[in-house]
């Protein structure tokens, strides 16, 4: 999983504040993905960006949750007023375009506790 | 909803080739078939992909059927930090190219 870096690996919020997880991808790649991982539970798609672009958001939740991936800077996943079925794993990815032969590369998560 | 087919868990002796079986008989012709592993607490791994032909890389080998309806990846001398959930995954090269992860085979190395 080296190249994309997550942050901060462990993060405790109570409920009710506003948690903001954060995904360099590999250098030179322009594409992210967010994914959810429930404890004992499967991998579920949120979100995937291009720069400055939510190209698919199916999987986000409509309210309280926000992606962004900037020009500049790391692709940042915002979840506001957390709640307790907010505690999860929350994975990102990133590849360098589209296109079936350009394989996700993951990083190793941010564990979201909320207590 | 994933369109591959694999057997809830499976286990291997140490030392001992795993063969990991993936159904995928609805996959058009251009659809890449992706493997990924998910070791406890960690990020997806990628291992290997492949379209129409077998491919090896330092970590595994897949064989493609010839009709592209199943595949099956080899480890070829697996060790116990090879235990881990192991998703076969269908790819469409188009703009909406997220991946979309099944139950995957949870594979036991047994020492």
């Known amino acids: 999983n080296a190249g994309v870096m997550q942050n901060p690996r462990h993060l405790v919020r109570r409920r009710g504040q506003e948690a903001r997880l954060r995904c360099s991808p590999v250098k030179g790649h322009s594409h992210v993905y967010w994914y959810r991982q429930l404890p004992e539970e499967g991998l579920k798609f949120m979100v995937y960006?291009?720069?400055?672009?939510?190209?698919?958001e199916s999987g986000m939740p409509k309210e309280r949750f926000s992606a962004e991936f900037p020009k500049e800077g790391p692709s940042i996943l915002r979840i506001q007023q957390v709640v307790r079925g907010d505690s999860a794993a929350y994975f990102c990815?990133?590849?360098?375009?589209?296109?079936?032969?350009?394989?996700?590369?993951f990083g190793n998560g941010t564990r979201l506790t909320v207590t | 909803d994933a369109k591959t087919t694999q057997p809830p868990s499976m286990d291997c002796a140490e030392g001992r080739a795993a063969n990991l079986p993936c159904n995928h008989s609805t996959i058009s012709g251009n659809e890449y078939v992706y493997w990924y592993r998910q070791i406890h607490s960690q990020g997806p791994q990628y291992i290997i992909h492949g379209l129409k032909n077998n491919e090896t890389n330092e970590m595994a080998s897949l064989i493609i059927t010839e009709d592209r309806k199943s595949s099956t990846l080899i480890l070829p001398h697996a060790t116990l930090r090879d235990t881990a959930v192991y998703y076969c995954?269908?790819?469409?090269?188009?703009?909406?190219?997220?991946?979309?992860f099944g139950k995957g085979t949870r594979l036991h190395i047994l020492p």
């Open positions: 995954i269908v790819r469409v090269p188009n703009r909406d190219d997220k991946i979309i």
């Open positions: 990815a990133s590849s360098p375009g589209t296109g079936g032969s350009s394989p996700l590369h």
């Open positions: 960006l291009q720069k400055e672009n939510i190209i698919d």
